[in-house]
């Protein structure tokens, strides 16, 4: 079964500045020790995508899963 995902301004271009590191991390590199890197790295993320679509953190309903995005 296939589930199709329609994104409003999913094309849209978002700007997110990473470190290396945390480009890294969040492409799958490990760094054993340093968990905490792709932690931030994702909050950075999520916090971009809040601030470009004014998503309302008290209302989980409409949240799309990260998951899903992939």
Known sequence: ???????????????????VKELMALSGIRFHGNHKLEIEA????????????????????DLIDYKLLI
């Open 42 to 61: 994702r909050k950075k993320l999520n916090d971009a995508l809040n601030e470009t679509f004014d998503i309302d953190s008290s209302s989980d309903k």
């Open 1 to 19: 079964m296939s589930t199709t995902i329609k994104i409003p301004q999913g094309e849209e271009k978002v700007t997110v500045q990473l470190t």
